[in-house]
């Protein structure tokens, strides 16, 4: 993609975007809630038309139809036909390139066992569990081996402990079929398990660019850490009241950043709530101000009540672009 825009009337959907997708490799297209994530991959597919351009394999997109983009696409809601078996469902494509009976039935039973369904063929799909229906559409956009598949959001429909088994499966999914895919979420946990790169958007525009690491490690600015889940963006310098030597720039606190123990800064819990492996607390600490804080659930304190926090280091990421000077230290080192 590159100079990619795409407006309606008045409203920049997507600004100025630009980036490559490597051949085999998945991008995520994370961002809040009408950042333009749809849209974008929607470009990507031929259903909005922007300015600017989409090529594959250094061609042009623009003229070419939809149908002939050999794209394939999964939305949230699977889209299955109601009227057809599992196997006519995943068959479809291929019936349509005119892929032959014994070839097509071959390419079912892969697709099937690849996506965790051997056996359900014949099954009609107005039977399938949601998880089981988004698998159909996954085989069946995967059948007819698209140069790209575009998921939007294909997993949303679930509940969460479904969306995380699947989330796996996908990847492993995108990975043993060596498809090169694009992904909307709005989900980072998603993201980072489904992708190799990951693009965060916001207002339109896509704000950086790296691997899962590179960007949970180092968000290129204050609202790109609170997208990814830091409780706090704070000057560095503030953590001096834990007794650490003074810093520069930016910090993001990640949920786990401060933990209730024998620490040096006092506060009190004013909201609690239990996750699923400890409590979360909002503390107002003194020199700090309103901060998120754990506790372990067998002990942990009730609203009111007054408590000292302890900071782990590795719950603490640098926001900002990275200096030259810290490149350059971080190279020596
Ligand atoms: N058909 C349309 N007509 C007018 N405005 C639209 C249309 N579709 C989307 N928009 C606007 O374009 C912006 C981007 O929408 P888009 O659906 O791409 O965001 P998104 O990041 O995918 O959001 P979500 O996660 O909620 O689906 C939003 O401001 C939205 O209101």
Known sequence: MSGLSVRYGTVAAVSDVDFEVPDGSVLALLGPSGCGKSTLLRAVAGLEVGTGSVCWDGVDLSGVPVHRRGFGLVFQDGQLFPHRDVAGNVA????????????????VGELLELVGLGGHAARRVGELSGGERQRVALARALAPRPRVLLLDEPLSALDRALREQLAVDLARVLRVSGTTALVVTHDHDEAFTLADRVAVMRAG??????TPDEVWAHPVDDETARFLGCGRVLDAAELAVFGDPPRRGRVGLRPSALRVGPGPVHGEVTARVHRRDHVLLVVAAEGLGRVDAVAGIAAAPQVGARVSL?????????????????????AIE
Do not use: K
């Open 92 to 107: 479809f494509g291929l019936r349509m390139a005119g892929t032959p009976r014994a070839e097509r039935d071959a390419r």
């Open 205 to 210: 525009r896509v704000r950086q660019v790296g």
């Open 310 to 330: 302890v900071l782990d280091p590795g719950g603490v990421v640098p926001v900002g672009q990275p200096s030259r000077v810290s490149i350059r230290d971080r």
